[in-house]
């Protein structure tokens, strides 16, 4: 690849990162008001994410329904229980779809993202 060919190519992936962001936000914020276009946005985000081969990070993946798009809000667009033969693990029911997610409720894990020994390096921008 030639040198122009790189920066244009990084050039994709930072409007696509911003663009996924935008479309995550969004949708988060119409969840409640209009979900069928909250779930429009999210399918888009998931399209882009694909077609550029950007990674989405696990945070917003657990808040997006995978059978309908929808964004999942407790008590709002999802029913959260507790499952009393395992007792460290959550269900999390689609109301729209009825699809559902289980989490393990450990206090002692956390996402690779909010790890700090996989922080390589800080940025602050003003």
Request: with cysteine; glycine share 4%; hydrophobic share 30%.
């Amino acid at each position: 690849m030639t040198k122009i060919e790189k920066k244009k190519q990084e050039f994709n992936v930072e409007i696509n990162q911003n663009r996924i962001n935008y479309l995550y936000q969004l949708s988060t914020v119409l969840a409640e008001q209009c979900p069928g276009l909250s779930s429009t946005y999210n399918s888009i985000l998931k399209g882009l994410s694909q077609k550029s081969l950007l990674r989405v990070d696990p945070e917003m993946k657990r808040n997006i329904c995978k059978g309908c798009d929808t964004m999942l809000i407790p008590g709002k667009t999802v029913t959260c229980r507790t499952i009393k033969k395992s007792k460290g693990t959550i269900k999390w029911s689609c109301n729209f779809c009825g699809k559902s997610k289980t989490f393990r409720k450990n206090n002692n894990s956390c996402l690779w993202s909010e790890n700090p020994d996989f922080l390589l390096q800080t940025v602050i921008h003003d």
